[in-house]
C-alpha cells in the first residue's frame, strides 16, 4: 500500500508534465479539429536551442529558458504555415499527414545542427528529497507540480478573462458561428499556435532540467504521451487534458514499479487503443465538449 | 395491401422539433404518389426514413409485408428500394460508368469461374451503357461527373438509382434546377422508361410535374398530412394554394 | 441605398448557381428574397456575406465595394446573418454569445489591456438593453445548448443585432415553426427594421414573406425573374409559373 | 546487375508492398500510420517459420499471409467502428503496441547447433534461408518482383470486376455506398484485412532478404513513409504508391545530392503535393483523362 501511493505520487509529478504536453494538442485541436503531430518535435526545437545556448553561450537560466520558448514558437509557427494555413480547410487528415512530414524536416535538421545528438541542459541544481512520514516528494517532482499548476492558473486566466480567450472558446465551439460573429479566424488560430507552443516550451524546458540532457527521441515521446493523455481525457477538453496526463502518469509508475519498464511500454499503448474503441469521446470529452473551467 | 410500401403513424422528432409528425401511407405496387410540401415539411425526412438513412422516433414501415423499420440502408437498398437525392449524390471520383456500377447490387451474382465472371461483366456493361444512352449519358461514360452539368448530374443519380432494378424508387426533386422544357423531357424519360409498373414517390415543387406522373397527391405541412388525394382534387385545394403561394382565399 | 449587388454570378463547374443578378436595397426596408429550391437564394446570401467569392459581379453597402474583403471585415463593416440550421457556442453563455459578437470585429480599436481583461465582467449596457429585447434576459447565464427552440432563434438574430450590423440577412427564420410563431416573428422582424436595421428576408413560408416586406425578388435558375412589392408579385404569371410550374397558358387550377 | 543496385531495386520492390498496403486503405476512406505492424507480424511470422521451425520458404509466406490479414482483420473490426483522426490514432497505437510487445518476445530454439528465433530487443538473428537454399540476389530480387506482380494484378483483375468500384465507393460517401446496398462496414474490415496480408507479405521478403529484423526496424516512421507514397504517388491507380516508393527510394535516396538531406526533401516534398494535389500526382481525374485519351 505503502508503494501503491507512493506510486501515485510519483506518477502524479510525471503526469503533470503529461498534461502540459496534453493541453497544447487540446488547444490546437479544438480550434481547428486537427491533430498537430509536430507538436513533441517542436518542442524538440526548443528545447535543442535551449541546450545548444547552454553549451555555447551562456549558464544563465533565463537566457536558456528564453531559448527554449523562442524554439518551440519558431518551429510552431513553420508548422501552422505549412501544415495548417496552406492546407483546404475541409482537409483534416492531410493537414495530420503534412504535419508528419515536417516531423521528418524537424528532425533531419536536428540530426545535422547538433551531430552528438545527446546534449547536456542546465540541471535543476541540488537534489534533495522531501519526506513526509513513509513517503518522499523529490524536488523535481514538486517543481514540475508547481510549474504546472502555474501554467495551469494562467491558462485559466488566458481562456476565462481575455477577450482573445473568448473568442478561441467562440471558435472552438462553432467555426462558423465564430466566423459571422466577425472573428478573424486564421488570427486566433494563429495565436492559439502560438500559446500551444509556450506551453509546450515550458514544458519542454521543464523535463529537460529534470532530465538534465536532451535526445533527438524527444520529439517521439512528447508527441506520444501527449497524445496518450489527450486521448484518452477526451479530445477537445482541457480539464480531460489535465486529468488524462495525471492518469497516465499514475497508471505508468504503478506498471513500472510493479511490472518493469517494458511491460509499461506495451501497457501505455494497449491502453490508448482501447480506449479509443472503448471510450472514443474519452473521460470528459461528452457529446458537446467540456470548454468551461 | 401486403406487397406494397405501408407506412404507419411515422413520428421523427430532433430534441424538441417534430420533423413528421404521425405520418401513414399505402402505396399499391406499381403505384406512383407525388409528395408536395413548403420547405421543412418533412419530405425528405419521410425519404430518409424509408431508406434507412434516420430511424424513425414511432411508427413502422413495411415493404411487401416485411419490417424495414430499424434495418440498415444497405439492407434496405438491397430488398429493392432506390432512391434519388434532392442535393445531389454521385461519387465524384469514380467515372460515370463506375458510377453505374456502383449501383448495380442487385444484379450481380458470384460467378464460380473467369469465362462466367467475363460473360457477367459483359451483361452488366451493355445494362449500364443501354441505360446511359436512355439518359443520352453513354458519351460521357468514361468521364469523372466534373465534366457533368446539372441536370446530367441529375440524370446520372437517377440512372445509377435504375441500375439496381429496383421495385419501389423515390425522387428527390429529380427536376430541380431544370428549366421547364428539361422537365418536360425528364416526365417523358421518366413516363417511358422508368414508372412502367414500377412503384415510385416523387418529391417535387413543380407540380405540372407531379400532375403529369402521379394520380394521387399527398401534401405536407409542418410534418403532418394535410391532404390525400387524386391529384387534380389536390392541387385545386384552397389551403395547399395558400401554402404556396400565399394566396388568401 | 444600403446594399446593392451588381451583375453576381457564381458558377460551380458547369451549375449556373447564380446569374448576373442585381438588386438594390434601400436602407430601413424590408426586402424578401424568394424562389424554389435551388433558385440560388443561398448562394445570394453566401455571395454578400463572403463565404464564396462571385465568378463576376460586385457587391457594396453604403457605396462602398465589399467585394474583396473577407467575412470577418464585413461583418465589421455591417452585414450579419443568420443561419436556416441555427449556429450558436452551444457552450458559451447567452451573455457571452453576444459578447462575441459584439466584439469580435473591433480589437484593432481597442486599447490592448482593456480588450485582454474586460471579458470576465461582461456587464455592458448594449448586451443588456439586446438580452431584454430578445426576451433573454432571465437566461442571460445559461448555456446557450440548454435553451429551447424558440430562444435559440432569439438569440441567434440577437447575436446578429450584437456586431451592430447595417444589413441584416434572415436565412429562413421560420424553418421549423408553426403559423402562429410565424406571426410573432413578423412583428419581431418588424421590431428589429425599427430598430434602424435594414433586412433581407429568405423564407418560404409565404403568408410571412408576403404581409411584411416592403419590396421583393424573386429568383429561379439563379436568374431574378422578378421583382416589385408584394402585390406585383402574387400577380406576376412568371412567378406563379415558377412556383407551381403552371405555363402561363394553361388553365389556372386555383380558378376552378 | 551489381549488388548495390539490386539491393536498391529489392528495396523498392519491398517498400511497394507497405505502400500498396496503406494506399488500400487510403481509397476506403481511412488513413493508416500503422501498416508497419503487419509488415512486422509478417517478417516475424516467415521468419520464425523458416528459421525456427525449419518449414519450407512456401510455407512460410502462406503463413505471414495468413497473419498479417488476420491480424489486421481482428483490429479492422473495433476499429472500423471509429473513423477519420480517432482509425488513425488507433492504428499508430496498434502499431506501437505490436513494437513495443516485440522488444519482450523471445522465442528462441536451439536448430543445428545454433540457438535462433527472435530475442526482444536484441532482434532475431540468422532467417538463413536464401543462403541454406542457394538463392542469389539476383534471383531472390526476381521472386520479389513476382510476388508483387501478383498483388497488382490483383488490384487490376478487381478493378476489373466490381471490388475496386466499391472500395472507392465506400471511401468517398458511405452513406451513399450504403444507398446502393453496399455494406459499408463489411468492405472497410475486408479492404484493412488485404491490406494487412500485403504488407505481411512485403515483411516476410524482407526479413529473409535482410536476415536480421529488430523491433526497431519498424517504427513509426516507416509507416508515415509508406502512407506518404501513395499520397504523392496518387490515389488513381495502382502505381501511384509505385511512384512514391521511386521518387523517395528511387531518386532521393540513391542521388549524392540529396545524401543527408533526404528528409528534408522528402518532408518538403509530401507537404508541398498535400497543398497543391491533395489526392496525389496520379489522382483520380489525371488517371480518367488517361484512359479516355488511351482509348482514342
Same mark, same amino acid.
Given at each position: 500500500?505503502?508503494?501503491?501511493?507512493?506510486?501515485?505520487?510519483?506518477?502524479?509529478?510525471?503526469?503533470?508534465?503529461?498534461?502540459?504536453?496534453?493541453?497544447?494538442?487540446?488547444?490546437?485541436?479544438?480550434?481547428?479539429?486537427?491533430?498537430?503531430?509536430?507538436?513533441?518535435?517542436?518542442?524538440?526545437?526548443?528545447?535543442?536551442?535551449?541546450?545548444?545556448?547552454?553549451?555555447?553561450?551562456?549558464?544563465?537560466?533565463?537566457?536558456?529558458?528564453?531559448?527554449?520558448?523562442?524554439?518551440?514558437?519558431?518551429?510552431?509557427?513553420?508548422?501552422?504555415?505549412?501544415?495548417?494555413?496552406?492546407?483546404?480547410?475541409?482537409?483534416?487528415?492531410?493537414?495530420?499527414?503534412?504535419?508528419?512530414?515536417?516531423?521528418?524536416?524537424?528532425?533531419?535538421?536536428?540530426?545535422?545542427?547538433?551531430?552528438?545528438?545527446?546534449?547536456?541542459?542546465?540541471?535543476?541544481?541540488?537534489?534533495?528529497?522531501?519526506?513526509?512520514?513513509?513517503?518522499?516528494?523529490?524536488?523535481?517532482?514538486?517543481?514540475?507540480?508547481?510549474?504546472?499548476?502555474?501554467?495551469? $492558473?494562467?491558462?485559466?486566466?488566458?481562456?476565462?478573462?481575455?477577450?482573445?480567450?473568448?473568442?478561441?472558446?467562440?471558435?472552438?465551439?462553432?467555426?462558423?458561428?465564430?466566423?459571422?460573429?466577425?472573428?478573424?479566424?486564421?488570427?486566433?488560430?494563429?495565436?492559439?499556435? $502560438?500559446?500551444?507552443?509556450?506551453?509546450?516550451?515550458?514544458?519542454?524546458?521543464?523535463?529537460?532540467?529534470?532530465?538534465?540532457?536532451?535526445?533527438?527521441?524527444?520529439?517521439?515521446?512528447?508527441?506520444?504521451?501527449?497524445?496518450?493523455?489527450?486521448?484518452? *481525457?477526451?479530445?477537445?477538453?482541457?480539464?480531460?487534458?489535465?486529468?488524462?496526463?495525471?492518469?497516465?502518469?499514475?497508471?505508468?509508475?504503478?506498471?513500472?514499479?510493479?511490472?518493469?519498464?517494458?511491460?509499461?511500454?506495451?501497457?501505455?499503448?494497449?491502453?490508448?487503443?482501447?480506449?479509443?474503441?472503448?471510450?472514443?469521446?474519452?473521460?470528459? *470529452?461528452?457529446?458537446?465538449?467540456?470548454?468551461?473551467? | 395491401?401486403?406487397?406494397?410500401?405501408?407506412?404507419?403513424?411515422?413520428?421523427?422528432?430532433?430534441?424538441?422539433?417534430?420533423?413528421?409528425?404521425?405520418?401513414?401511407?399505402?402505396?399499391?405496387?406499381?403505384?406512383?404518389?407525388?409528395?408536395?410540401?413548403?420547405?421543412?415539411?418533412?419530405?425528405? %425526412?419521410?425519404?430518409?426514413?424509408?431508406?434507412?438513412?434516420?430511424?424513425?422516433?414511432?411508427?413502422?414501415?413495411?415493404?411487401?409485408?416485411?419490417?424495414?423499420?430499424?434495418?440498415?440502408?444497405?439492407?434496405?437498398?438491397?430488398?429493392?428500394?432506390?432512391?434519388?437525392?434532392?442535393?445531389?449524390?454521385?461519387?465524384?471520383?469514380?467515372?460515370?460508368?463506375?458510377?453505374?456500377? /456502383?449501383?448495380?447490387?442487385?444484379?450481380?451474382?458470384?460467378? %464460380?469461374?473467369?469465362?462466367?465472371?467475363?460473360?457477367?461483366?459483359?451483361?452488366?456493361?451493355?445494362?449500364?451503357?443501354?441505360?446511359?444512352?436512355?439518359?443520352?449519358?453513354?458519351?460521357?461514360?468514361?468521364?469523372?461527373?466534373? /465534366?457533368?452539368?446539372? =441536370?446530367?448530374?441529375?440524370?446520372?443519380?437517377?440512372?445509377?438509382?435504375?441500375?439496381?432494378?429496383?421495385?419501389?424508387?423515390?425522387?428527390?426533386?429529380?427536376?430541380?434546377?431544370?428549366?421547364?422544357?428539361?422537365?418536360?423531357?425528364?416526365?417523358?424519360?421518366?413516363?417511358?422508361? =422508368?414508372?412502367?409498373?414500377? %412503384?415510385?414517390?416523387?418529391?417535387?415543387?413543380?407540380?405540372?410535374?407531379? /400532375?403529369?406522373?402521379?394520380?394521387?397527391?399527398?401534401?405536407?405541412?409542418?410534418?403532418?398530412?394535410?391532404?390525400?388525394?387524386?391529384?387534380?382534387?389536390?392541387?385545386?385545394?384552397?389551403?395547399?394554394?395558400?401554402?404556396?403561394?400565399?394566396?388568401?382565399? | 441605398?444600403?446594399?446593392?449587388?451588381?451583375?453576381?454570378?457564381?458558377?460551380?463547374?458547369?451549375?449556373?448557381?447564380?446569374?448576373?443578378?442585381?438588386?438594390?436595397?434601400?436602407?430601413?426596408?424590408?426586402?424578401?428574397?424568394?424562389?424554389?429550391?435551388?433558385?440560388?437564394?443561398?448562394?445570394?446570401?453566401?455571395?454578400?456575406?463572403? &463565404?464564396?467569392?462571385?465568378?463576376?459581379?460586385?457587391?457594396?453597402?453604403?457605396?462602398?465595394?465589399?467585394?474583396?474583403?473577407?467575412?470577418?471585415?464585413?461583418?465589421?463593416?455591417?452585414?450579419?446573418?443568420?443561419?436556416?440550421?441555427?449556429?450558436?457556442?452551444?457552450?458559451?453563455?447567452?451573455?457571452?454569445?453576444?459578447?462575441?459578437?459584439?466584439?469580435?470585429?473591433?480589437?484593432?480599436?481597442?486599447?490592448?489591456?482593456?480588450?485582454?481583461?474586460?471579458?470576465?465582467?461582461?456587464?455592458?449596457?448594449? !448586451?443588456?438593453?439586446? &438580452?431584454?429585447?430578445?426576451?433573454?434576459?432571465?437566461?442571460?447565464?445559461?448555456?446557450?445548448?440548454?435553451?429551447?427552440?424558440?430562444?435559440?432563434?432569439?438569440?441567434?438574430?440577437?447575436?446578429?443585432?450584437?456586431?451592430?450590423?447595417?444589413?441584416?440577412?434572415?436565412?429562413?427564420?421560420?424553418?421549423?415553426?408553426? !403559423?402562429?410563431?410565424?406571426?410573432? &416573428?413578423?412583428?419581431?422582424?418588424?421590431?428589429?427594421?425599427?430598430?434602424?436595421?435594414?433586412?433581407?428576408?429568405?423564407?418560404?413560408?409565404?403568408?410571412?414573406?408576403?404581409?411584411?416586406?416592403?419590396?421583393?425578388?424573386?429568383?429561379?435558375?439563379?436568374?431574378?425573374?422578378?421583382?416589385?412589392?408584394?402585390?406585383? !408579385?402574387?400577380?406576376?404569371?412568371?412567378?406563379?409559373?415558377?412556383?407551381?410550374?403552371?405555363?402561363?397558358?394553361?388553365?389556372?387550377?386555383?380558378?376552378? | 546487375?551489381?549488388?548495390?543496385?539490386?539491393?536498391?531495386?529489392?528495396?523498392?520492390?519491398?517498400?511497394?508492398?507497405?505502400?500498396?498496403?496503406?494506399?488500400?486503405?487510403?481509397?476506403?476512406?481511412?488513413?493508416?500510420?500503422?501498416?508497419?505492424?503487419?509488415?512486422?507480424?509478417?517478417?516475424?511470422?516467415?521468419?520464425?517459420?523458416?528459421?525456427?521451425?525449419?518449414?519450407?520458404?512456401?510455407?512460410?509466406?502462406?503463413?505471414?499471409?495468413?497473419?498479417?490479414?488476420?491480424?489486421?482483420? #481482428?483490429?479492422?473490426?473495433?476499429?472500423?467502428?471509429?473513423?477519420?483522426?480517432?482509425?488513425?490514432?488507433?492504428?499508430?497505437?496498434?502499431? +506501437?503496441?505490436? @513494437?513495443?510487445?516485440?522488444?519482450?518476445?523471445?522465442?528462441?530454439?536451439?536448430?543445428?547447433?545454433?540457438?535462433?528465433?527472435?530475442?526482444?530487443?536484441?532482434?532475431?538473428?540468422?532467417? @538463413?534461408?536464401?543462403?541454406?537454399?542457394?538463392?542469389?540476389?539476383?534471383?531472390?530480387?526476381?521472386?520479389?518482383?513476382?510476388?508483387?506482380?501478383?498483388?497488382?494484378?490483383?488490384?487490376?483483375?478487381?478493378?476489373?470486376?466490381?471490388?475496386?468500384?466499391?472500395?472507392?465507393?465506400?471511401? +468517398?460517401?458511405?452513406? #451513399?455506398?450504403?444507398?446502393?446496398?453496399?455494406?459499408?462496414?463489411?468492405?472497410?474490415?475486408?479492404?484493412?484485412?488485404?491490406?494487412?496480408?500485403?504488407?505481411?507479405?512485403?515483411?516476410?521478403?524482407?526479413?529473409?532478404?535482410?536476415?536480421?529484423? +529488430?523491433?526497431?526496424?519498424?517504427?513509426?516512421?516507416?509507416?508515415?513513409?509508406?502512407?506518404?507514397?501513395?499520397?504523392?504517388?496518387?490515389?488513381?491507380?495502382?502505381?501511384?504508391?509505385?511512384?512514391?516508393?521511386?521518387?523517395?527510394?528511387?531518386?532521393?535516396?540513391?542521388?549524392?545530392?540529396?545524401?543527408?538531406?533526404?528528409?528534408?526533401?522528402?518532408?518538403?516534398?509530401?507537404?508541398?503535393?498535400?497543398?497543391? @494535389?491533395?489526392?496525389?500526382?496520379?489522382? +483520380?481525374?489525371?488517371?480518367?483523362?488517361?484512359?479516355?485519351?488511351?482509348?482514342?
Amino acid at each position: 500500500m505503502v508503494d501503491f501511493i507512493q506510486n501515485t505520487l510519483d506518477g502524479i509529478a510525471l503526469g503533470s508534465a503529461y498534461a502540459l504536453l496534453a493541453l497544447g494538442f487540446t488547444l490546437i485541436f479544438g480550434v481547428m479539429g486537427r491533430l498537430n503531430i509536430a507538436y513533441g518535435p517542436c518542442i524538440m526545437i526548443g528545447v535543442f536551442a535551449g541546450a545548444g545556448v547552454y553549451s555555447d553561450l551562456t549558464q544563465s537560466i533565463v537566457m536558456i529558458f528564453v531559448a527554449t520558448l523562442a524554439g518551440t514558437i519558431l518551429a510552431s509557427a513553420y508548422v501552422e504555415r505549412v501544415s495548417f494555413a496552406a492546407i483546404r480547410a475541409d482537409a483534416a487528415l492531410a493537414s495530420m499527414v503534412s504535419t508528419f512530414a515536417v516531423w521528418m524536416q524537424l528532425e533531419e535538421i536536428v540530426a545535422h545542427l547538433f551531430p552528438a545528438r545527446t546534449y547536456a541542459f542546465k540541471e535543476l541544481g541540488h537534489l534533495s528529497l522531501i519526506e513526509a512520514g513513509p513517503f518522499f516528494l523529490r524536488q523535481e517532482s514538486l517543481f514540475m507540480l508547481l510549474v504546472t499548476l502555474a501554467v495551469l $492558473l494562467g491558462l485559466a486566466l488566458v481562456l476565462g478573462r481575455s477577450h482573445f480567450g473568448l473568442e478561441l472558446r467562440a471558435l472552438t465551439d462553432s467555426r462558423r458561428a465564430a466566423i459571422i460573429s466577425g472573428i478573424n479566424v486564421r488570427r486566433i488560430i494563429f495565436l492559439t499556435f $502560438l500559446l500551444a507552443a509556450m506551453i509546450g516550451g515550458v514544458a519542454g524546458f521543464m523535463i529537460a532540467m529534470s532530465d538534465g540532457q536532451v535526445t533527438p527521441k524527444f520529439g517521439l515521446w512528447a508527441t506520444m504521451k501527449g497524445l496518450v493523455a489527450m486521448v484518452i *481525457g477526451g479530445l477537445a477538453s482541457l480539464r480531460g487534458a489535465v486529468l488524462g496526463g495525471m492518469l497516465l502518469g499514475i497508471i505508468e509508475a504503478q506498471a513500472q514499479w510493479y511490472f518493469g519498464a517494458s511491460v509499461r511500454e506495451i501497457l501505455v499503448y494497449a491502453i490508448l487503443f482501447a480506449a479509443l474503441i472503448l471510450l472514443p469521446r474519452g473521460i470528459l *470529452g461528452g457529446p458537446h465538449t467540456v470548454w468551461r473551467s | 395491401m401486403a406487397s406494397g410500401l405501408r407506412v404507419s403513424n411515422l413520428s421523427l422528432k430532433y430534441g424538441g422539433v417534430s420533423a413528421l409528425c404521425g405520418l401513414s401511407m399505402d402505396l399499391a405496387p406499381g403505384e406512383v404518389i407525388g409528395l408536395i410540401g413548403p420547405n421543412g415539411s418533412g419530405k425528405t %425526412s419521410f425519404l430518409n426514413l424509408v431508406t434507412g438513412f434516420e430511424f424513425p422516433t414511432e411508427g413502422a414501415i413495411f415493404f411487401e409485408g416485411q419490417e424495414l423499420t430499424g434495418k440498415s440502408a444497405q439492407s434496405i437498398a438491397r430488398k429493392g428500394i432506390a432512391r434519388t437525392f434532392q442535393n445531389l449524390q454521385v461519387f465524384s471520383r469514380l467515372s460515370v460508368y463506375e458510377n453505374m456500377r /456502383a449501383g448495380c447490387h442487385r444484379c450481380s451474382k458470384p460467378s %464460380s469461374s473467369f469465362w462466367q465472371f467475363k460473360a457477367a461483366r459483359n451483361a452488366e456493361k451493355e445494362r449500364i451503357l443501354s441505360l446511359l444512352d436512355c439518359f443520352s449519358l453513354a458519351d460521357m461514360a468514361l468521364d469523372t461527373p466534373e /465534366a457533368l452539368t446539372l =441536370v446530367q448530374l441529375r440524370q446520372l443519380d437517377l440512372a445509377r438509382a435504375l441500375a439496381s432494378e429496383p421495385k419501389l424508387i423515390l425522387l428527390d426533386e429529380p427536376a430541380a434546377g431544370m428549366t421547364p422544357y428539361e422537365t418536360d423531357q425528364l416526365a417523358k424519360t421518366l413516363q417511358d422508361h =422508368v414508372l412502367n409498373g414500377r %412503384s415510385a414517390i416523387i418529391i417535387e415543387h413543380k407540380i405540372d410535374f407531379i /400532375a403529369a406522373l402521379a394520380k394521387r397527391t399527398f401534401v405536407l405541412s409542418a410534418g403532418r398530412a394535410i391532404a390525400d388525394g387524386p391529384t387534380d382534387e389536390v392541387l385545386c385545394d384552397k389551403d395547399v394554394r395558400r401554402i404556396y403561394l400565399g394566396e388568401c382565399g | 441605398m444600403m446594399l446593392k449587388l451588381e451583375g453576381m454570378s457564381k458558377h460551380f463547374g458547369g451549375v449556373k448557381a447564380v446569374d448576373d443578378v442585381s438588386l438594390t436595397m434601400n436602407e430601413g426596408e424590408i426586402f424578401g428574397l424568394i424562389g424554389p429550391n435551388g433558385s440560388g437564394k443561398s448562394t445570394t446570401i453566401n455571395l454578400i456575406t463572403g &463565404l464564396y467569392a462571385p465568378t463576376s459581379g460586385t457587391v457594396s453597402l453604403e457605396g462602398r465595394d465589399l467585394t474583396a474583403l473577407a467575412q470577418h471585415e464585413r461583418t465589421a463593416l455591417g452585414v450579419a446573418r443568420t443561419f436556416q440550421n441555427i449556429r450558436l457556442f452551444g457552450n458559451l453563455s447567452v451573455a457571452e454569445n453576444l459578447w462575441v459578437a459584439q466584439n469580435g470585429h473591433k480589437q484593432r480599436r481597442q486599447h490592448f489591456i482593456s480588450r485582454w481583461f474586460k471579458a470576465g465582467g461582461l456587464q455592458d449596457t448594449n !448586451i443588456d438593453e439586446l &438580452l431584454r429585447f430578445s426576451r433573454l434576459h432571465s437566461k442571460k447565464d445559461s448555456l446557450a445548448s440548454a435553451l429551447s427552440f424558440g430562444e435559440m432563434r432569439r438569440l441567434e438574430m440577437a447575436r446578429a443585432l450584437a456586431s451592430n450590423p447595417k444589413v441584416l440577412l434572415l436565412d429562413e427564420p421560420a424553418a421549423g415553426a408553426s !403559423i402562429e410563431d410565424g406571426q410573432l &416573428l413578423g412583428e419581431r422582424i418588424r421590431a428589429v427594421r425599427d430598430r434602424g436595421v435594414s433586412i433581407l428576408l429568405i423564407e418560404h413560408m409565404m403568408e410571412l414573406v408576403m404581409g411584411i416586406t416592403d419590396r421583393m425578388a424573386v429568383l429561379n435558375f439563379g436568374r431574378k425573374i422578378a421583382e416589385g412589392t408584394p402585390s406585383d !408579385i402574387q400577380s406576376n404569371p412568371d412567378v406563379r409559373a415558377a412556383y407551381l410550374g403552371t405555363k402561363n397558358k394553361n388553365k389556372e387550377p386555383a380558378d376552378a | 546487375m551489381d549488388v548495390y543496385t539490386i539491393t536498391v531495386l529489392a528495396n523498392i520492390a519491398l517498400f511497394s508492398f507497405l505502400a500498396i498496403s496503406a494506399w488500400l486503405l487510403l481509397l476506403v476512406g481511412e488513413i493508416s500510420f500503422g501498416q508497419q505492424a503487419y509488415f512486422a507480424i509478417g517478417a516475424y511470422t516467415g521468419g520464425v517459420s523458416t528459421a525456427v521451425l525449419q518449414l519450407p520458404f512456401g510455407i512460410a509466406l502462406l503463413m505471414a499471409i495468413a497473419a498479417g490479414g488476420l491480424f489486421a482483420g #481482428l483490429v479492422a473490426i473495433p476499429a472500423m467502428r471509429l473513423s477519420g483522426l480517432h482509425f488513425s490514432i488507433a492504428s499508430l497505437a496498434f502499431a +506501437e503496441l505490436v @513494437r513495443s510487445v516485440l522488444n519482450v518476445f523471445q522465442y528462441q530454439r536451439w536448430v543445428d547447433g545454433y540457438l535462433t528465433g527472435p530475442d526482444g530487443v536484441n532482434g532475431f538473428r540468422d532467417i @538463413r534461408w536464401i543462403y541454406d537454399a542457394g538463392i542469389d540476389p539476383g534471383t531472390y530480387f526476381l521472386m520479389i518482383l513476382g510476388c508483387l506482380s501478383v498483388v497488382m494484378l490483383g488490384v487490376v483483375m478487381a478493378s476489373y470486376g466490381r471490388g475496386m468500384t466499391i472500395v472507392r465507393s465506400v471511401g +468517398e460517401n458511405r452513406r #451513399l455506398a450504403a444507398a446502393q446496398g453496399m455494406n459499408a462496414t463489411r468492405v472497410r474490415i475486408i479492404t484493412a484485412s488485404v491490406a494487412g496480408a500485403i504488407a505481411a507479405l512485403g515483411g516476410t521478403l524482407y526479413a529473409h532478404m535482410a536476415t536480421y529484423i +529488430e523491433p526497431a526496424q519498424f517504427g513509426l516512421m516507416i509507416g508515415v513513409h509508406s502512407l506518404a507514397y501513395g499520397l504523392i504517388g496518387g490515389m488513381g491507380t495502382v502505381f501511384g504508391p509505385l511512384l512514391g516508393v521511386l521518387i523517395d527510394i528511387g531518386a532521393l535516396e540513391t542521388l549524392r545530392i540529396f545524401s543527408g538531406y533526404r528528409m528534408i526533401f522528402f518532408g518538403g516534398l509530401v507537404a508541398l503535393v498535400l497543398i497543391m @494535389r491533395p489526392r496525389g500526382i496520379l489522382d +483520380e481525374a489525371t488517371v480518367a483523362k488517361v484512359q479516355r485519351w488511351l482509348r482514342g
